[in-house]
């Protein structure tokens, strides 16, 4: 069972304008956002290709956590360059490599917090077998922001949370905002991942940030 630990909003970068993406970086900051999550795509685990490990040091600047998600193919084949880049955690699919133990050693060796990530159609089993520093249930399938949340992930999410260790965070990806964040933190979610819900708001940035903030609180209790 995962500890009552702090929660902790991390916007997903993959939705911001990137013409401005340290301002807006700033203002996630600034507005409480303690981690940055950056969404890794290769072309091929996932369709779309995004961002590699020189945007992860262009963020170094700031003082955070930055979360790498690699949505890639045999991601022990990237540990190397994302650690040196200045990645604090990083997070690989259950899904891409047959060598998932091997892999999340790999990342504690290079000074990392070591992820796993699972998409909504693997079931939680995994987190049995080895220790995560993270669990990553995705909320919608990988690949694209500005999905919609699948309502059975709740459900999973709260088996998550009885297979991991106290110390490990439990953190949901896809499709969080105003209208699902409570949900995901009553199932067990600490670690709230949220792209076009915060790049999009109409209110601004800063506002979306204390605003989902604020609704984790509150359905924390
Ligand atoms: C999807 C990515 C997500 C994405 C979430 O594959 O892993 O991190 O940015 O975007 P929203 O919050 O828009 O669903
Ligand atoms: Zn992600």
Request: proline share 6%.
């Amino acid at each position: 069972m995962t500890a009552d630990r702090d929660l902790r909003v991390a916007p997903s970068v993959l939705a911001a304008d990137f013409a401005r993406l340290g301002a807006q970086v700033r203002e996630v900051v600034d507005a409480g956002a303690s981690v940055i999550h950056i969404d890794v795509m290769d072309g091929h685990f996932v369709p779309p290709l995004s961002m590699g490990p020189q945007v992860v040091s262009a963020l170094r600047e700031f003082d955070v956590t930055l979360d790498v998600h690699l949505m890639v193919e045999r991601p022990e084949l990237q540990i190397g360059e994302f650690a040196r880049a200045g990645a604090d955690t990083i997070t690989i699919h259950a899904e891409a490599t047959p060598h998932v133990n091997y892999t999340l050693a790999a990342i504690r060796d290079a000074g990392c917090r070591a992820g796993l990530a699972v998409c909504p159609s693997t079931p939680p089993h995994f987190y049995r077998e080895v220790e995560v520093d993270l669990a990553l249930c995705m909320t919608v399938n990988p690949g694209w922001g500005g999905q919609p949340f699948i309502p059975s992930s709740t459900d999973k999410v709260r088996r998550i949370a009885e297979l991991i260790s106290d110390e490990a965070e439990l953190e949901v990806d896809g499709g969080i905002g105003p209208a699902t964040v409570a949900g995901a933190v009553r199932a067990g979610a600490r670690v709230l991942v949220a792209g076009s819900s915060l790049f999009r708001d109409a209110e601004g940035l800063g506002h979306a940030v204390s605003d989902l903030r604020a609704r984790a609180e509150a359905a924390r209790g």
